[in-house]
């Protein structure tokens, strides 16, 4: 009788047991279900205070999500803030994650911080910009001379050997300006040499005013102005605008922020050659999600750039390309963290 | 356990045909379900954006036969400052509100008119001057009297601002409907398309798109990338199907069209392939791992239930083989369940009970047949021996031989004294013999010469018990049968002893003696009716009732010779 009880007692205990061990095994299931496959580390250029860097996190979001990766992005606050970005790589490094992608900031300045990466074993890509050892697995960006040769195709037709022609380009020796500027130099063709001054922003639309002022105050005969990114377009616009130069002189922007298009809509700007930030921010990620599962993607995506005039912004490609759309759900995740 | 193999067999057929149909079923009736709840997701997104485009088109129509509206778009510049003119501004105005209280999803209601009027929401609402009109499909089709619809394109009419809309046009009439006045248009916020079809879900990967009746994407999540040429989507196969389902070609996805008749869109539901296959396997897992489980703890369940119901079952079969060795001593402990097991037992006892009680019975019963056999079987004094000796007794009374009546009187009378002492079955060697002794004597006294006999018993089997006359019939065949008929009388000697363990008490005579034939017949047997008397058969059956086979009687005789009778019997030992 003793030794009944003890057993039964004992098939009770198993059956507990069981009964235990079931519930966790199927919790484990369904926590399989929404666990992360992969952690991706995205360090852009600056804060998403700027539409084009915003459109690539969006993009880069909407990659992470497709996938069920895990992404988190480390902002330096300012495009100039080197040394922040040197210290978001190494935090990012202590991280261990599956991939970094990075828009670094210089071309040869953060070169310490990128080999930590490389050392680490962690595989990179770069997005937007590269520098110039190339450290990364794979580079998704605009193809920037490709690009650059479009901003002078809308000008073309009004040259001749005595047009002048302006540069508002950003930050020198950073390779995005400097291919830009090789881009417009190729597309100019023979009127290449009508290039009369290049000034430099460094991303601050108050530099790219003064700079333009001074251009002009240097060529007040200047035809054209070219500009190759969104603050100096919208600092070289004032500018132009300021001085009473509206319709004399023929602009042609960079990138897509409301107020360029705004300029454009009312003639401002002959064209705006514009990126495709949010494919960038996506294939950025797909490539970076390829390098994760230990495919080897092509070294160099080009995310593309359209030229969009006046007459054609309204077009369905190009308004969804000059107004991004974003859902409700995009634009609450983008302040919040992930 | 015996009980237990078709018990686990049972659970494990039936877990196991549970599971096989699961698991082979579930992939078919996973992409079943998901196909038919995709199809009921698509149609019912469409059912709302049709209702949203009715209600448009009811307050379009609101608009379109407004008397307000139509006055106000054929004031000329010289009558702006008038009264009327600004009465109708406010009714219009007031209109407008209304409508656009009404619905928040509605972003702007305008009218543009010929004369250069134009009224967006309201008065103070600036129209973007570098807004090029005749750009907008919405306007050139309402222009031309179609029915304008816009479904997803920046808005850029009102100064500054770029939404996203859908937007719905209508030519606006005179009121004698000859003559085109002007244009309306509503302004519905985009994003109530695209959250519609963001809150459909349709898994982790899946996806909700729109086609317009061109094939032109009214909404897709990746919009930017299908612009942009890094994605593509199956947009023709969509309008080339029609209501239903397909594969994409690389067969990842699962396409479900539905097309509405009112607004002509195409609402297409995508689930990923791979997700569902996900699905199934986890759902597979889901199965197995019940089955499993489930097999688990049936077994065990089933353990301890054939263990309650075997335990006592193996008891009860165990106890079933004491009873077959004859061990009635049993009474198994009920193990105190009201089932058929515990009934099984409980009748086992009370069987067992019955079978003691009757074994008792029958044992009683033999106990008394056998007694009451040995008592037919135990001899008399012959008559013909007891009429004789009182004969003697009076011949000897004549011939006033006292002494010797007396004597054999005295012997007589002992020898009776001990044949109706009846109580006792049982009586010592040394009492039979004794008993044998008076016998002989009587009978040495009528036979004098004729008769002699010598008594040598070994005292050691003095004490042991025998039946009662078993001696006497012996020595009375051996006088008559052996000495009597001799000529000139013969002699019976009477010997006992220990042999080989048993008690031997031997009855020599040197009479007659017998042949082979007659001493085969003598023990073959029972020739008491034939004679009337107890015979030699009834003396060894008795011997053996009592002690067993191997003990009885054992007869040596050769004619002419003498005839020796030996008595087997039990030799108790020393001690007795």
Same mark, same amino acid.
């Given at each position: 009788?003793?030794?009944?009880?003890?057993?039964?007692?004992?098939?009770?205990?198993?059956?507990?047991?069981?009964?235990?061990?079931?519930?966790?095994?199927?919790?484990?299931?369904?926590?399989?279900?929404?666990?992360?496959?992969?952690?991706?580390?995205?360090?852009?250029?600056?804060?998403?205070?700027?539409?084009?860097?915003?459109?690539?996190?969006?993009?880069?979001?909407?990659?992470?999500?497709?996938?069920?990766?895990?992404?988190?992005?480390?902002?330096?606050?300012?495009?100039?803030?080197?040394?922040?970005?040197?210290?978001?790589?190494?935090?990012?490094?202590?991280?261990?994650?599956?991939?970094?992608?990075?828009?670094?900031?210089?071309?040869?300045?953060?070169?310490?911080?990128?080999?930590?990466?490389?050392?680490?074993?962690?595989?990179?890509?770069?997005?937007?910009?590269?520098?110039?050892?190339?450290?990364?697995?794979?580079?998704?960006?605009?193809?920037?001379?490709?690009?650059?040769?479009?901003?002078?195709?809308?000008?073309?037709?009004?040259?001749?050997?005595?047009?002048?022609?302006?540069?508002?380009?950003?930050?020198?020796?950073?390779?995005?300006?400097?291919?830009?500027?090789?881009?417009?130099?190729?597309?100019?063709?023979?009127? @290449?040499?009508? =290039?009369?001054?290049?000034?430099?922003? $460094? /991303?601050?639309? &108050?530099?790219? #005013?003064? !700079?333009?002022?001074?251009?002009?105050?240097?060529?007040?005969?200047?035809?054209?102005?070219?500009?190759?990114?969104?603050?100096?377009?919208?600092?070289?616009?004032?500018?132009?605008?300021?001085?009473?130069? @509206?319709?004399? =002189?023929?602009?042609?922007?960079?990138? $897509? /922020?409301?107020? &360029?298009?705004? #300029?454009? !809509?009312?003639?401002?700007?002959?064209?705006?050659?514009?990126?495709?930030?949010?494919?960038?921010?996506?294939?950025?990620?797909?490539?970076?999600?390829?390098?994760?599962?230990?495919?080897?993607?092509?070294?160099?995506?080009?995310?593309?750039?359209?030229?969009?005039?006046? /007459?054609?912004?309204?077009?369905?490609?190009?308004?969804?390309?000059?107004?991004?759309?974003?859902?409700?759900?995009?634009?609450?995740?983008?302040?919040?963290?992930? | 356990?015996?009980?237990?193999?078709?018990?686990?067999?049972?659970?494990?057929?039936?877990?196991?045909?549970?599971?096989?149909?699961?698991?082979?079923?579930?992939?078919?009736?996973?992409?079943?379900?998901?196909?038919?709840?995709?199809?009921?997701?698509?149609?019912?997104?469409?059912?709302?954006?049709?209702?949203?485009?009715?209600?448009?088109?009811?307050?379009?129509?609101?608009?379109?036969?407004?008397?307000?509206?139509?006055?106000?778009?054929?004031?000329?510049?010289?009558?702006?400052?008038?009264?009327?003119?600004?009465?109708?501004?406010?009714?219009?105005?007031?209109?407008?509100?209304?409508?656009?209280?009404?619905?928040?999803?509605?972003?702007?209601?305008?009218?543009?008119?010929?004369?250069?009027?134009?009224?967006?929401?309201?008065?103070?609402?600036?129209?973007?001057?570098?807004?090029?009109?005749?750009?907008?499909?919405?306007?050139?089709?309402?222009?031309?009297?179609?029915?304008?619809?816009?479904?997803?394109?920046?808005?850029?009419?009102?100064?500054?601002?770029?939404?996203?809309?859908?937007?719905?046009?209508?030519?606006?009439?005179?009121?004698?409907?000859?003559?085109?006045?002007?244009?309306?248009?509503?302004?519905?916020?985009?994003?109530?398309?695209?959250?519609?079809?963001?809150?459909?879900?349709?898994?982790?990967?899946?996806?909700?798109?729109?086609?317009?009746?061109?094939?032109?994407?009214?909404?897709?999540?990746?919009?930017?990338?299908?612009?942009?040429?890094?994605?593509?989507?199956?947009?023709?196969?969509?309008?080339?199907?029609?209501?239903?389902?397909?594969?994409?070609?690389?067969?990842?996805?699962?396409?479900?069209?539905?097309?509405?008749?009112?607004?002509?869109?195409?609402?297409?539901?995508?689930?990923?392939?791979?997700?569902?296959?996900?699905?199934?396997?986890?759902?597979?897992?889901?199965?197995?791992?019940?089955?499993?489980?489930?097999?688990?703890?049936?077994?065990?369940?089933?353990?301890?239930?054939?263990?309650?119901?075997?335990?006592?079952?193996?008891?009860?079969?165990?106890?079933?083989?004491?009873?077959?060795?004859?061990?009635?001593?049993?009474?198994?402990?009920?193990?105190?369940?009201?089932?058929?097991?515990?009934?099984?037992?409980?009748?086992?006892?009370?069987?067992?009970?019955?079978?003691?009680?009757?074994?008792?019975?029958?044992?009683?019963?033999?106990?008394?047949?056998?007694?009451?056999?040995?008592?037919?079987?135990?001899?008399?004094?012959?008559?013909?021996?007891?009429?004789?000796?009182?004969?003697?007794?009076?011949?000897?009374?004549?011939?006033?031989?006292?002494?010797?009546?007396?004597?054999?009187?005295?012997?007589?009378?002992?020898?009776?004294?001990?044949?109706?002492?009846?109580?006792?079955?049982?009586?010592?060697?040394?009492?039979?013999?004794?008993?044998?002794?008076?016998?002989?004597?009587?009978?040495?006294?009528?036979?004098?010469?004729?008769?002699?006999?010598?008594?040598?018993?070994?005292?050691?089997?003095?004490?042991?018990?025998?039946?009662?006359?078993?001696?006497?019939?012996?020595?009375?065949?051996?006088?008559?049968?052996?000495?009597?008929?001799?000529?000139?009388?013969?002699?019976?000697?009477?010997?006992?002893?220990?042999?080989?363990?048993?008690?031997?008490?031997?009855?020599?005579?040197?009479?007659?003696?017998?042949?082979?034939?007659?001493?085969?017949?003598?023990?073959?047997?029972?020739?008491?009716?034939?004679?009337?008397?107890?015979?030699?058969?009834?003396?060894?059956?008795?011997?053996?009732?009592?002690?067993?086979?191997?003990?009885?009687?054992?007869?040596?005789?050769?004619?002419?010779?003498?005839?020796?009778?030996?008595?087997?019997?039990?030799?108790?030992?020393?001690?007795?």
């Amino acid at each position: 009788m003793k030794a009944e009880k003890v057993r039964s007692r004992l098939a009770g205990a198993l059956l507990l047991l069981l009964i235990l061990g079931s519930v966790l095994l199927i919790l484990g299931l369904l926590r399989r279900d929404t666990e992360k496959t992969c952690r991706i580390i995205y360090i852009p250029k600056r804060k998403e205070s700027n539409d084009f860097w915003s459109y690539v996190a969006a993009g880069a979001r909407t990659a992470a999500r497709e996938n069920n990766c895990s992404l988190s992005i480390m902002s330096p606050e300012k495009e100039s803030d080197i040394q922040g970005q040197k210290e978001l790589i190494l935090k990012a490094v202590a991280e261990k994650p599956d991939v970094i992608a990075l828009a670094p900031s210089s071309e040869t300045e953060i070169d310490d911080a990128i080999e930590k990466i490389r050392a680490a074993h962690i595989p990179l890509v770069y997005i937007d910009s590269e520098t110039v050892k190339d450290f990364a697995d794979v580079v998704v960006a605009t193809d920037n001379v490709t690009a650059g040769s479009k901003m002078a195709v809308p000008i073309l037709p009004y040259l001749n050997e005595s047009s002048k022609i302006g540069i508002v380009s950003h930050v020198q020796g950073v390779s995005t300006a400097e291919e830009r500027i090789e881009g417009i130099k190729k597309g100019l063709g023979r009127f @290449a040499d009508r =290039i009369v001054g290049t000034v430099y922003s $460094n /991303s601050d639309p &108050e530099l790219a #005013y003064r !700079e333009t002022a001074r251009l002009i105050g240097e060529h007040p005969d200047l035809g054209f102005l070219l500009c190759t990114n969104e603050d100096a377009s919208t600092g070289a616009m004032k500018a132009v605008t300021d001085l009473g130069y @509206a319709g004399k =002189i023929r602009m042609v922007g960079f990138d $897509n /922020s409301m107020e &360029e298009i705004e #300029y454009l !809509e009312r003639g401002g700007f002959e064209a705006l050659v514009v990126q495709r930030a949010y494919s960038m921010g996506y294939l950025g990620i797909e490539k970076a999600l390829d390098l994760a599962k230990g495919r080897k993607p092509i070294h160099r995506t080009d995310s593309g750039s359209s030229l969009i005039t006046q /007459s054609n912004m309204y077009r369905d490609e190009n308004q969804e390309l000059l107004f991004p759309f974003y859902p409700q759900e995009y634009s609450s995740q983008a302040n919040g963290t992930e | 356990m015996t009980l237990l193999i078709p018990f686990l067999i049972l659970i494990v057929m039936t877990i196991a045909i549970y599971t096989v149909i699961s698991v082979s079923r579930n992939r078919e009736i996973m992409f079943r379900t998901s196909a038919d709840y995709t199809q009921q997701l698509v149609d019912m997104a469409n059912g709302e954006i049709d209702s949203y485009f009715l209600n448009m088109e009811n307050i379009a129509q609101l608009i379109m036969q407004s008397a307000d509206v139509k006055n106000y778009l054929l004031f000329r510049e010289k009558d702006k400052n008038t009264a009327d003119y600004l009465q109708c501004v406010r009714r219009v105005e007031q209109q407008f509100k209304t409508l656009r209280d009404t619905r928040n999803d509605i972003y702007n209601i305008g009218i543009i008119g010929w004369r250069g009027n134009y009224l967006i929401n309201d008065e103070a609402t600036e129209m973007n001057p570098y807004a090029d009109l005749t750009r907008q499909s919405w306007f050139q089709k309402a222009k031309s009297g179609e029915e304008g619809v816009a479904y997803s394109h920046v808005q850029n009419i009102v100064k500054d601002r770029y939404p996203w809309t859908v937007t719905l046009s209508r030519a606006v009439w005179s009121q004698t409907g000859g003559e085109e006045i002007g244009v309306l248009f509503i302004d519905m916020n985009y994003e109530t398309i695209s959250s519609l079809c963001q809150k459909i879900n349709l898994g982790k990967t899946g996806y909700v798109f729109i086609l317009d009746s061109d094939g032109k994407l009214v909404y897709h999540p990746k919009q930017q990338l299908i612009y942009g040429g890094v994605l593509k989507e199956e947009t023709i196969r969509v309008l080339e199907t029609g209501n239903g389902s397909f594969y994409s070609a690389d067969g990842q996805k699962i396409y479900t069209v539905s097309i509405s008749r009112t607004t002509g869109l195409t609402v297409v539901g995508v689930t990923k392939v791979a997700e569902l296959l996900q699905k199934s396997r986890q759902m597979k897992d889901l199965f197995l791992l019940v089955a499993v489980l489930l097999l688990s703890a049936a077994t065990l369940v089933s353990v301890l239930i054939a263990d309650r119901i075997s335990d006592p079952i193996r008891d009860l079969g165990r106890s079933m083989k004491e009873v077959e060795k004859g061990n009635f001593d049993i009474n198994l402990e009920n193990p105190g369940f009201h089932n058929v097991i515990g009934d099984l037992i409980g009748s086992f006892n009370i069987m067992i009970g019955h079978i003691r009680e009757l074994i008792q019975q029958i044992k009683d019963e033999q106990a008394e047949k056998r007694k009451s056999e040995l008592m037919a079987l135990q001899a008399q004094i012959n008559p013909h021996f007891l009429y004789n000796t009182l004969d003697s007794i009076i011949w000897m009374s004549e011939a006033k031989k006292n002494e010797e009546v007396i004597q054999m009187t005295s012997s007589l009378s002992k020898l009776l004294r001990r044949s109706i002492m009846n109580d006792r079955e049982f009586v010592t060697v040394s009492e039979e013999i004794d008993y044998v002794n008076e016998y002989l004597r009587i009978q040495k006294m009528r036979y004098y010469d004729k008769l002699d006999y010598g008594i040598q018993v070994s005292e050691r089997i003095l004490n042991v018990t025998m039946g009662k006359m078993i001696l006497q019939p012996l020595v009375e065949n051996a006088i008559y049968h052996g000495v009597k008929l001799k000529e000139g009388g013969g002699r019976i000697d009477i010997t006992g002893g220990e042999e080989e363990g048993k008690t031997v008490i031997r009855i020599r005579d040197d009479g007659v003696g017998m042949d082979a034939e007659t001493l085969k017949k003598l023990l073959l047997q029972d020739r008491t009716k034939a004679t009337g008397r107890v015979g030699v058969f009834n003396v060894n059956r008795r011997i053996q009732l009592y002690y067993g086979p191997e003990y009885g009687l054992k007869f040596e005789s050769s004619p002419g010779v003498g005839t020796t009778v030996s008595i087997l019997l039990p030799y108790p030992g020393e001690e007795e």
